[in-house]
């Protein structure tokens, strides 16, 4: 049960200056909040029921910047600072630093209004400092990657996918990248996350569907000997949670005159946190005859019963397990079991991050089916990606 506490008509509820260590809600009665000058009270709002108080003392962790007292008989349920700083630990920090800089200017208000200006000054809190500076970071990110799609600077680069068997490139994945004016090649560690998270990761998926798909006819045409040559586009789930997805990808589809089945779709296991409405759009790409992969297998919350719901035709083993199966007999065992799951639901399998000859003749032996890494080639702009295939339409 919540703890409550009675004021009596008049009882202070608390003091400028004192430490804060809760909130109040009004269940009943009402509050006066003021401040004092020359002795004088200044009257800043009056609250009633439902109400809350004497947050800001808890969000900034400052002294209380106004008084408070009870104007009739007050019934309140105390509202503990742990209660509120969990929620404001978890909260975004663009939001963190707003509400911040809101109460921040609440407080000047308040010093203004009591004459008292500066007078509190504490000495700047340095986990705060770090805090604001991560924020504004952000945002100026954000901001940059909202200007750089406008000016078109996100492309595919394009990775072989390679038949490890017979050495030839059998397909191609799309990775994106950022091609800025001020800093040249961004890889997606430096911004993937903040796009995800932003509503930015519907314009930029959109963006690499659109330019890979308008790339793929001349892939084919250097692949024409390859006739099932594939492109694959990473989805992620906000993707397919949007309602416009798939017309916007048979509509880039329809305009290359391509077949879906030289299309495949990656998608993590995250998909399965985007809702019933990504799984839906999930199962009408399958219906179209897109291909579906599994990408960054067994490395997220992986759940066997997902894997068997999902319409899927591929598998991909994640470089983690690719890099440490020499070395580490468990990771062996977790591939070869990974191999018989996808074995055993018909699906392909593609090895990822393959760096040594040795890791790709271990696979060989595992009956891996398909490979890609920079032992082949890494990431590469499409014309050296159309020269890299002239020069060898055989790799490896
Ligand atoms: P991913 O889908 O798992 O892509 C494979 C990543 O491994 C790529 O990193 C690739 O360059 C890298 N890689 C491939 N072979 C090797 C290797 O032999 N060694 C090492 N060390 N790395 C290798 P990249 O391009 O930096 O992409 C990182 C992640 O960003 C991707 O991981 C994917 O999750 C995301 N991403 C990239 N492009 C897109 C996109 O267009 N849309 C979405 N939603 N996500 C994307
Ligand atoms: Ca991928
Ligand atoms: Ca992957």
Known sequence: MSEQKIFAT????????DLGDCAYLIEKGSVLVYLVKDEVEIPLKYLGEGEVFGEMSLIDCS???????????????????????????????????????????????????????GQKKQAPDISLLQEKKQALDRIGLESRIAHGVDQNEFVPFYQPIVDIH???????????????KEYGVISPSAFMD???????ILKVGKLIIEKSLIDLPILRSVFSHEKNFFISINVSGRQFADPQ???????????????SQQIKLEL??????????????????RDLGYRLAIDDFGTGFSSLQYIAQM?????????????????????????Q??????????????????????ELELLQQLQVNMGQGFLFSKALPLDEFLQLARRRKKIA
């Not at 503990?80 to 109460?103: F, G």
């Not at 017309?247 to 329809?254: I, P």
């Open 63 to 117: 002294p209380r910047s106004a008084s408070c007292r009870a104007i009739t008989e007050s019934q309140l349920i105390i509202v503990k600072k742990e209660q509120l700083l969990n929620r404001i630990q978890e909260a975004d920090p663009v939001v963190r630093l707003l509400m911040k800089v809101l109460l921040e200017r609440l407080r000047t208000q308040n010093e203004q209004i009591s004459g008292k200006k």
């Open 245 to 259: 997805f798939i017309l916007h990808l048979e509509a880039a589809r329809a305009r290359g005159r391509l077949s």
């Open 166 to 180: 017979t050495g030839k490139i059998v397909g191609c994945e799309a990775l994106v990248r950022w091609i800025s």
């Open 311 to 335: 319409p899927l035709t591929d598998l991909k083993i994640d470089r983690s397990f690719v890099t440490k199966m020499r070395a580490d007999k468990k990771y062996l065992s977790v591939v």
């Open 268 to 285: 993590t296991e995250r998909i399965m946190t985007a809702g019933p409405q990504a799984l839906a759009t999930l199962q009408s790409c």
């Open 194 to 200: 903040v796009v995800e998270e932003s509503s930015q």
């Open 337 to 358: 079991s990974l191999i018989s799951l996808a074995q055993s639901l018909d699906l392909n399998i593609i090895a990822e991050g393959i760096e040594l000859q040795e």
């Open 10 to 17: 008049n009882e202070i509820i608390f003091s400028e200056g």
